[in-house]
């Protein structure tokens, strides 16, 4: 079992940065792929980005592409997302998720583990 732990939400103007993390406990997670997923008000729950286990492959959604940046620290168990050039339509409450192994993929059912959220709110 794999515990997530999301942290370095707020408010934010947009053009402006924020760097998120999602610390894993219960067990390391060196093996599995990690996402980031989000969620807007009244919208269903959106991929953003994906990593590998190794960090050696990751994925984006088109909307995030050359703004957002996922990587990973396996020594510390955790797992960033940085976020520049913030846009309004970025605010959303934004989920850590683990997968039971260690490949990466953009279908959200495919995640095994997920953490409580984040809320990330940019302003016009």
């Known amino acids: 079992q794999v515990q997530l732990v999301e942290s370095g939400g707020g408010l934010v103007q947009a053009g402006g940065s924020l760097r998120l993390s999602c610390a894993a406990s219960g067990r390391t997670f060196r093996s599995n792929a990690v996402a980031w997923i989000r969620q807007a008000p009244g919208k269903e729950r959106e991929f953003v980005a994906t990593?590998?286990?190794?960090?050696?492959?990751?994925s984006y959604a088109d909307s995030v592409r050359g703004r957002f940046t996922i990587s990973r620290d396996n020594a510390k168990n955790t797992v960033y997302l940085q976020m520049n050039s913030l846009r309004p339509e970025d605010t959303a409450v934004y989920y850590c998720a683990a997968r039971a192994i260690g490949t990466l993929t953009t279908s959200l059912y495919l995640y095994d583990y997920w953490g409580q959220g984040t809320q990330v709110t940019v302003s016009s």
């Open positions: 990593i590998s286990a190794s960090g050696g492959s990751t």
